[in-house]
T-cell receptor
Framework: ETGVTQTPRHLVMGMTNKKSLKCEQH?????MYWYKQSAKKPLELMFV???????ENNSVPSRFSPECPNSSHLFLHLHTLQPEDSALYLC?????????????FGDGTRLSIL | GQQLNQSPQSMFIQEGEDVSMNCTSS?????WLWYKQDPGEGPVLLIA?????ELTSNGRLTAQFGITRKDSFLNISASIPSDVGIYFC??????????????FGTGTRLTIIP
């Protein structure tokens, strides 16, 4: 139990569908992140939310839309995805502004685009 | 951008053997982190290193922060089946937007041969 919970664990969707990934952290952290993990590639940072404000969009296509209603919850809204978007999407949280604090990860959502 | 070279990419060992892996960079860092990712789960922090030359243990795992601050090593002694997974090194840094971000190595996949 890492304190970061992601749902669903697996998602299969067509390219025209709209779905959302959810992340919740129980660690009292003030920053949350979305990462994409594709086969044989390093984890890629997608978005950063710091104190509920989106502070970074790492050149992610607009078909991915993040939402952070409060410091404990983070969503990733998906629409008209492409086959190359199939990957493991990981959420993480950390306590910013306290030095190099490690990020804590959820177990991810395995996304498959048909 | 920052790049971490992690080696080896994969290891096939027998139970009971010791394991060594490393991570190198052309840049200097103040912190090195080691994560492990089990199949179907997110990365879990194993060891955090905050001082050059530091040697830190976590059970059968030992990690060292290289004296040059450009590398780190992870050793696993007397491997057991539950050691199977992917091991990642990571370093904290700042993105172009000033956010704390982690840069990950490409991972070392550990497989134990029966």
């Amino acid at each position: 139990e890492t304190g970061v919970t992601q749902t669903p664990r697996h998602l299969v969707m067509g390219m025209t569908n709209k779905k959302s990934l959810k992340c919740e952290q129980h660690l009292g952290h003030n920053a949350m992140y979305w990462y994409k993990q594709s086969a044989k590639k390093p984890l890629e940072l997608m978005f950063v939310y710091n104190f509920k404000e989106q502070t970074e969009n790492n050149s992610v296509p607009s078909r991915f839309s993040p939402e952070c209603p409060n410091s404990s919850h983070l969503f990733l809204h998906l629409h008209t995805l492409q086959p190359e978007d199939s990957a493991l999407y990981l959420c993480a949280s950390s306590q910013e502004h306290e030095g190099n604090q490690p990020q804590h990860f959820g177990d991810g959502t395995r996304l498959s685009i048909l | 951008g920052q790049q971490l070279n992690q080696s080896p990419q994969s290891m096939f060992i027998q139970e009971g053997e010791d394991v060594s892996m490393n991570c190198t960079s052309s840049s200097i860092f103040n912190t090195w982190l080691w994560y492990k990712q089990d199949p179907g789960e997110g990365p879990v922090l194993l060891i955090a290193l905050y001082k050059a030359g530091e040697l830190t243990s976590n059970g059968r795992l030992t990690a060292q922060f290289g004296i040059t601050r450009k590398d780190s090593f992870l050793n696993i002694s007397a491997s057991i089946p539950s050691d199977v997974g992917i091991y990642f090194c990571a370093v904290p840094g700042r993105s172009n937007f000033g956010n704390e971000k982690l840069t990950f190595g490409t991972g070392t996949r550990l497989t134990i041969i029966p």
